[in-house]
């Protein structure tokens, strides 16, 4: 049985349409579908959502122009990505034995890119789904060492990268309007909520600026369960 969340063709036609034109990119399908489809999953397990949008970059590794002079020793390899993911479950695994939570510990589902533009080093853009009756905010991200989402995020980018969260928790951007937070019922009613957050998931989907040349892989999604009839 298909999930009731499912975008018709023809709304996912306007919504590629809308995002190709804002974002001045092509959108890749494969990619936009496999994003859909680990939202119509966390909505098949949560009646309300907390989406968080981060961007994490690397330091600046050395000095510009001069090669011979490092500024910090970092791990900028491609399994950055698996090693934040890991850090932050993590975290998330200890909170929830921490606060005496029944059941399983709420971990997210996500999207996630790699890109290049003209920088030494790639970056990444991010979509985080959290069960939002369980974490339902972001936080103060600019308050180091605060108890709240942003803190355990930066934590795991400065984590993955082996730097040091006091001098490097602004690897890990917020950028404006981060944060979504919709319900089933938005999501059944295609409503604005719901949709400027379809909207801010298709970039991740844009094919400007993807890291095509390196030979590593410039997107994936988190595992979803065998929910409706759906895989990611």
Known sequence: MESQYLLTDEEIVMLTTETSRMYDSPIDGYML???LNMVYN???QHKRILAI?????FAMSHVPGEPDLPICFQQDDPQAI???FESLKSQLRADHKRSRRAGDPTLPSYVWCRERDTGEHPHYHLMLLFNADVYGYLGNYQEL???????RIQKAWCSAVGLAHEDYATLTEFPPNAVYRFSIFDALDRNSVYWDFLI???YLAKTRTKDVHSGYRNFGTSQCPR???LAC
């Open 33 to 35: 579908n496999k994003a």
């Open 42 to 44: 966390s909505l098949e």
């Open 53 to 57: 949008r981060t961007d994490p970059r």
């Open 82 to 84: 698996t090693r934040f």
């Open 145 to 151: 060492n605060a108890k709240n989402m942003a803190t």
């Open 200 to 202: 801010r998931l298709a």
């Open 227 to 229: 929910l409706s009839g």
